[in-house]
């Protein structure tokens, strides 16, 4: 008689051995060494007891902290919405693209995934800096006016170092996150409700938001979800494209550990972003279980 997987508890054991070991020595441990940190204060330079304080998290809820908190969600929020303004189309398109069509889209979308975050974000700084590509093509365009018309000297556009620099970037790394999630719900839809649809004299805007859309809620969702958490605690865009003005939570929490060698302050700032993360994914959650029953 055959042993059924189910007891076979030998063989997942082993299995899972080796990961699990992993997983709390390089991940579990260092992170709870790091969140107790957050309950202790700097005693000298090398050295930080853990008192169980709470002085760390009542400073970084003070009023500055606090606006940069939500100036990040909010970057982080309009981010996740232009992300699925531009990759619901892409998605649509590459859910009705013919087959080998769909495989290059497919591979287009993937490839950023093969290439250095650091190396898209310079190619980014050449596109967007006063002597990039944009600034030149405007240039060019601009001296060809001029030989029709007397104009003024050109003047780059200023957009490197700003909040714009810092928007077009998230959402360049973060759009194929968006991307992959609406067309894996979008492909899996039945088309012949769309037929249905435009044969029953609804038009095709109509037919997208009342019968695509709301056939694809499952994908949005997961889509804004992987996008905004990422967006969030986003670190090398705001540092490379932003300003003074441009700086996120992630980049304040880099200070702390490397410049002010304040870790247990570091560390509380750390973990409240990991909280926001975890109430963010609780919510997702409890509103995917409302829809599942509703449905039911």
């Given at each position: 008689?055959?042993q059924?997987?189910?007891?076979?508890?030998?063989?997942?054991?082993?299995?899972?051995?080796?990961?699990?070991?992993?997983?709390?020595?390089?991940?579990?441990?260092?992170?709870?060494?790091?969140?107790?940190?957050?309950?202790?204060?700097?005693?000298?330079?090398?050295?930080?007891?853990?008192?169980?304080?709470?002085?760390?998290?009542?400073?970084?809820?003070?009023?500055?902290?606090?606006?940069?908190?939500?100036?990040?969600?909010?970057?982080?929020?309009?981010?996740?919405?232009?992300?699925?303004?531009?990759?619901?189309?892409?998605?649509?398109a590459?859910?009705?693209?013919?087959?080998?069509?769909?495989?290059?889209?497919?591979?287009?979308?993937?490839?950023?995934?093969?290439?250095?975050?650091?190396?898209?974000?310079?190619?980014?700084?050449?596109?967007?800096?006063?002597?990039?590509?944009?600034?030149?093509?405007?240039?060019?365009?601009?001296?060809?006016?001029?030989?029709?018309?007397?104009?003024?000297?050109?003047?780059?556009?200023e957009?490197?170092?700003?909040?714009?620099?810092?928007?077009?970037?998230?959402?360049?790394?973060?759009?194929?996150?968006?991307?992959?999630?609406?067309?894996?719900?979008?492909?899996?839809?039945?088309?012949?409700?769309l037929e249905?649809?435009?044969?029953?004299?609804?038009?095709?805007?109509?037919?997208?938001?009342?019968?695509?859309?709301?056939?694809a809620?499952?994908?949005?969702?997961?889509?804004?979800?992987?996008?905004?958490?990422?967006?969030?605690?986003?670190?090398?865009?705001?540092?490379?494209?932003?300003?003074?003005?441009?700086?996120?939570?992630?980049?304040?929490?880099?200070?702390?550990?490397?410049?002010?060698?304040?870790w247990?302050?570091?560390?509380?700032?750390?973990?409240?972003?990991?909280?926001?993360?975890?109430?963010?994914?609780?919510?997702?959650a409890?509103?995917?279980?409302?829809?599942?029953?509703?449905?039911?």
């Amino acid at each position: 008689m055959e042993q059924s997987w189910k007891q076979a508890k030998a063989v997942f054991a082993g299995a899972l051995a080796a990961p699990l070991v992993w997983l709390v020595l390089f991940f579990l441990a260092p992170l709870a060494i790091v969140w107790a940190y957050s309950f202790g204060h700097n005693e000298g330079l090398t050295q930080i007891a853990i008192t169980g304080t709470f002085k760390n998290y009542a400073r970084a809820i003070e009023p500055l902290y606090l606006m940069i908190f939500l100036k990040s969600g909010w970057v982080a929020a309009l981010t996740t919405f232009l992300c699925l303004v531009i990759g619901f189309p892409v998605a649509l398109a590459i859910t009705f693209a013919s087959p080998k069509a769909k495989a290059w889209l497919l591979l287009l979308i993937m490839l950023p995934f093969w290439t250095n975050l650091l190396i898209r974000t310079y190619a980014l700084i050449a596109v967007l800096r006063n002597e990039g590509y944009i600034n030149k093509s405007l240039e060019a365009a601009w001296s060809l006016a001029a030989k029709v018309a007397p104009l003024q000297p050109f003047q780059p556009l200023e957009m490197m170092h700003t909040n714009f620099a810092v928007i077009v970037g998230l959402v360049y790394v973060h759009l194929p996150f968006m991307v992959l999630p609406l067309y894996s719900a979008l492909d899996r839809l039945d088309k012949s409700l769309l037929e249905a649809s435009l044969d029953l004299g609804a038009g095709h805007l109509r037919t997208l938001f009342k019968v695509v859309v709301p056939l694809a809620l499952p994908g949005i969702a997961s889509g804004v979800l992987i996008t905004f958490i990422p967006a969030l605690g986003a670190y090398l865009t705001p540092d490379l494209l932003g300003g003074p003005d441009s700086q996120m939570i992630a980049n304040v929490i880099e200070r702390q550990f490397k410049r002010a060698n304040d870790w247990p302050f570091g560390a509380a700032l750390s973990f409240l972003l990991m909280y926001l993360t975890f109430m963010a994914i609780a919510v997702q959650a409890l509103l995917g279980r409302k829809k599942s029953g509703e449905r039911a």
